[in-house]
Nanobody
Framework: VQLQASGGGLVQTGGSLRLSCAAS????????MGWFRQAPGKEREFVAA????????IYADSVKGRFTISKEYGKSAVYLQMSSLKPEDTAVYYC?????????????????WGQGTQVTVSS
């Protein structure tokens, strides 16, 4: 399974971006999907994840109320609507497919990863 992420770019503080990620094919089982990010010199961190059905989502505390993850039921595609962006949101954002149907904060629970899309928020 290959994941293609898109939608990154340069935006000013307070602006918005919408990231998209689509899998090259549907996985053999029902899988949650998530977004992680990695800033220069930092470890990859969890951002948000959504269940296979799209009905349940979890978020990192740092993005709650600003980011919204969504997924179409039955499709291996996930979106991340980012609003009220801050300079500390600057990072490469990666989408991932989970091993199970329920979302997880743990990156080891994801077995397919996209190539990443750069998000830069200027102050």
């Amino acid at each position: 399974v290959q994941l293609q992420a898109s939608g990154g770019g340069l935006v000013q503080t307070g602006g918005s971006l919408r990231l998209s990620c689509a899998a090259s094919r549907r996985t053999s089982s029902n899988n949650a999907m998530g977004w992680f990010r990695q800033a220069p010199g930092k470890e990859r961190e969890f951002v948000a994840a959504v269940s296979w059905s799209g009905s349940g989502a979890i978020y990192a505390d740092s993005v709650k109320g600003r980011f919204t993850i969504s997924k179409e039921y039955g499709k291996s595609a996930v979106y991340l609507q980012m609003s009220s962006l801050k300079p500390e949101d600057t990072a490469v954002y990666y989408c991932a497919v989970g091993r199970r149907a329920v979302p997880s904060f743990d990156p080891s629970e994801y077995n397919y990863w996209g190539q990443g899309t750069q998000v830069t928020v200027s102050s």
